[in-house]
């Protein structure tokens, strides 16, 4: 029911091992991004379709196309300035391979009811779990979304977990492969003196 201004901006972004997204300067040296627009306005119900092109001189890549939006009020009268990224990865043409993907840590938190997972890429692709799922023996099981595995390093996941069963399967779905396997859990007291060893792939 306002008009609203809309501001363009194209910015990287690094992901750390616990999945916090950090915004950094687009590295314009490698990664070329042209868009149509950068700012205009929406009038009132309407909307507005901004195209881009983007190249890379390395692949993979990924970037931020941060929109500033402007204009809209709340009941009090209050300005709100709202901001919405649209996420782009540029894939290289060979998929993540299944012997590129680790299971470092396979944790359990019996205090906080998590189960941890740490992953690690190994190779120089970027890839996407699809899904993540801890399960037991019986019929308990926990499912994470999906998140990116950056080329050459490790992610944390965690999950919940309310059985007084600890989890001893781990299932990976990535797009073109999916990884199963039986692990023994480690409580997190001792996690930092072991790693998780799959005892059947």
Known sequence: IFPITAVLEVRGFTITEQGEVIDVPLDTSRIHVKLSEMSFRIPPRGSRTVFYEATSDSLPAWFNILSA????????????????????????????????VAIRRFELDQGAKKVRVQLEN??????????????????QSQTAGGFPL??????????????????????????????????????????????????RP
């Not at 009268?77 to 782009?88: A, C, D, M």
């Not at 190994?122 to 996407?128: E, S």
């Open 69 to 100: 939006l402007s204009g809209t009020k709340t009941e009090n009268g209050l300005n709100v300035r709202i901001l919405l990224p649209h996420v782009v990865y540029l894939n290289q043409k060979q998929p993540l391979r299944k012997e590129e």
């Open 122 to 139: 190994l190779g120089p692709r970027l890839g996407r779990v699809y899904q993540l799922n801890v399960s037991d023996r019986g019929n």
């Open 150 to 199: 950056m080329p050459h390093s490790r992610r944390w996941v965690e999950v919940e977990w309310q059985s007084t069963t600890p989890p001893n399967r781990l299932t990976l779905r990535f797009a073109r492969f999916t990884i199963d396997s039986v692990l023994s859990v480690v409580p997190s007291s001792l996690a930092a003196d072991s790693a998780a060893v799959p005892s």
